[in-house]
Structure formats: C-alpha cells, structure tokens
C-alpha cells in the first residue's frame, strides 16, 4: 500500500468514527427530550368524585401545583378549600392538609394509565374512596 492509500483510509476510518459519535450524541439528546417530556405530572384542575362518605357521594376538585416530586395546591370542599402539600412520586400521588390544622386530611392516589386518578381519603368523617380526571377533560 502507498502512503497516500493509507493516509486515504485513515480518513475514512475517523470520518465514520466522528460521524458515530455524532450519531450516538443526537440519540443520546433526543433520549433525554423523550423523558422531559414523558414525565407525567400531576399539576392542573382535577374534578373529583368522593364515595363513601357519611352524606353519600360528593364531587370536590383539587388544583395542584407540581415542582419536582414536590406538590402543593389546594382541596376545594364542600365548606372551602384547604391547602395541601405533599409528594408525587410516579406513579403515587401523597398529599395532606398541613400539620396541626384544624381539619386533618389525607389523600393518596394512583395516577392511572388514562391520566386519571385513583385513590383513598381520609378525614375525620371516616375513610373514602375517590377518583379524579383533569377539569374539562371527559
């Protein structure tokens, strides 16, 4: 081989090897994008129906506001809405009012493949189930 054959094939050989590492960069970024934006979150309006409370089944919403796995946000009833802070780590849903209020309650819940929410309440009026879908949606 002469050198300039060798000299030929060094190129070629670090072309296709920097055209690789290119390759495997842009995979590499399209990969994270794709998990950005797969992340599900929990923060809007959700529509809530309450069963199995003591006055019979009761529509109530939530409006949640998601940082990271941190959650803050406020649970409307029936007599007012009350601040809640908690956690959402995928696919779990934990949240309470906050400790040492006059109306101790928690809500857990599992976000479901549908984007809706599945979950238990409890409160001094006993122990309920309760499901949840995003404001508007159906």
Known sequence: MTTRTVALFTALALAGALHAVDVGAARAFQDKRADRKAAPSVT????????????????????????????SG??????GGLPVEGEFVDP?????TPAGGD?????????????T??????SQMGDMT???????EK
């Open 103 to 115: 109306t101790p309650i928690s809500l857990t819940a599992k976000l479901k493949e549908g984007g």
């Open 117 to 122: 929410l599945e979950g238990y309440l409890s």
């Open 44 to 71: 809007g309006r959700w529509a809530m129906l309450v069963k199995g409370g003591p006055h019979g089944d009761m529509t109530m919403s939530l409006e949640l506001s998601q940082e990271g796995q941190k959650v």
């Open 92 to 96: 779990t849903l934990t949240i309470a």
């Open 74 to 79: 406020t649970f409307h009833t029936p007599h």
């Open 130 to 136: 309760w499901t949840a879908s995003r404001a508007g």
